[in-house]
């Protein structure tokens, strides 16, 4: 069978429409699972940095269901901000959910469940040249975001996999990518 190309509308659109599948089964995970997470949604992180003028990339399961088979849930949103961003991102972010707490490094500020201590917000810094990349490497999603493109999506799961500071049953987690080729 012969697929047609798909189109950058056809990808925003699929984007979106993953975007939502994949926010409604990590709700409703943590609604059955772990209800007292504190539910945080790719929706609402895109559109509160998107009013403080940052356009950030939407990274991990959530930037990159669009290229999976199917959709699938994820328990935190991933989102690389340029280096001039990262400060505001995070004010921004504080601000927005000030129940949440910060811990930061070089390559990441992580917003934490303060009971569970689970990663509800990574804000992924470019520090280093994949990341960088991902900026030139993106398709925009209207007004409000941007996520890495296939080739680039597979890179960053590649690095993560690589990473000498990423747990092992995350690493076995990146492996299952499977990307769709249309």
């Given at each position: 069978?012969?697929?047609r ?12 429409e993953?975007?939502?599948t994949?926010?409604?089964v990590?709700?409703w ?6 209800p007292?997470v504190?539910?945080?949604t790719?929706?609402?992180?895109v ?11 939407l ?7 669009v ?12 989102v690389?901000?340029?280096?001039r961003?990262?400060r505001?991102?995070v ?13 930061e490094?070089?390559?990441v ?19 280093s040249?994949p990341?960088?990349a991902v ?7 209207g ?9 680039m ?7 993560a ?22």
């Open positions: 069978m012969i697929q190309a798909r189109t950058t509308a056809d990808l925003v659109r699929e984007h979106l993953a975007l939502r994949g926010s409604r990590t709700q995970f943590r609604k059955e699972r772990e007292h504190i539910n945080v790719p929706e609402q992180v559109t509160r940095l998107h009013e403080a003028g940052i356009n950030g990339v990274m991990g399961t959530h930037g990159i269901n290229y999976r088979d199917e959709p699938r849930a994820t328990q935190d949103v991933d690389l901000v340029t280096k961003d990262v505001k991102a004010r921004v972010l504080e601000e927005t959910f000030p129940y949440l707490e910060v811990s490094n070089a390559s500020a992580r917003f934490l469940d303060p009971v569970t201590q689970k990663v509800v917000i990574d804000v992924l810094k470019p520090s040249r990341l960088q900026f030139r490497h993106s398709v925009r999603i007004d409000t975001h941007r996520i890495p493109d296939l080739e999506a597979l890179v960053s799961k590649f690095v996999m690589l990473a000498p500071t990423r747990r092992l049953d995350k690493k076995q987690i990146d492996r299952v990518i499977s990307p769709t080729c249309s």
